[in-house]
């Protein structure tokens, strides 16, 4: 079995910093195998927000990152960098790979970059991009669980159909040919799982869509702070969903839900007790 953190909408520039500490020793505490960060590292895309993200993410618990750009991490006032560098000082603080890729015999985790200079919220995939997840997933073994980790989200309750990544149908319909078994996203500062097969009715594939609220940003939205550990095998994922806990200084889990791996696809089991 492999954990996966994933962290999301950390917006260094303004972020609560009592929540920092607790955090990392949260997650050193679960000692993860792989830890995923779907975006939004930064509020404004500047120099001393990227070097703070940096150093947060050298202080994480030791384990391979894969981390990918939200549209929070290209500049917005600054419209010359926003249109010819959008990512020049993500590339420089963050990472210069833009698709970042881990895999082990039991799992592989690619990083796909969704942010757009044309837009100021919404993001979209191309149809490169949908060729190369492709490339990397459709030759891997199907004992592998296959993760795509985005900031924009491809699935979400029914009344956000208007957030949904740009050209998701499309993709979704090569990551079925692939088999993905999960989709890690952002953006909207709310927690939520679902199964693709309600939005997509792909037959025999239904894969698990996990959306992370803000980890560590006072930019809330009406829920607590928060981020995902994900417990992956073959045939059962399990999910946790870590909260802060104001009075007590600390993240603690709030919820745990099991998915089991069926002829159709990810599928909801009962719920698994605390």
Known sequence: MRTVVHLSDLHFGRTDPVLIEPLLACVARIKPDVIAVSGDLTQRARAQQFREARNFLDALATAPQIVVPGNHDVPLYNITARFFAPLKKFCRHITSDLEPFYADDEIAVLGINTARSLTIKDG????????????????????????????????????????????????????????IDLLLAGHLHISHTTQTAVRYKIMGHSALAIQAGTATSTRSRGESNSFNAIHVDALKIILERYIWQAERCVFEISARDMFMHTAQGWARAADVSI
């Open 124 to 179: 979209r995939i191309s149809r490169e991009q949908i060729a190369r997840i492709s490339a990397r997933f459709c030759d891997l073994d199907t004992g592998i669980t296959k993760v795509v980790v985005t900031h924009h989200p491809f699935d979400l309750p029914q009344h956000r159909d208007d957030r949904l990544v740009g050209r998701a149908q499309l993709a979704m319909n090569a990551l079925a040919d692939c088999g």
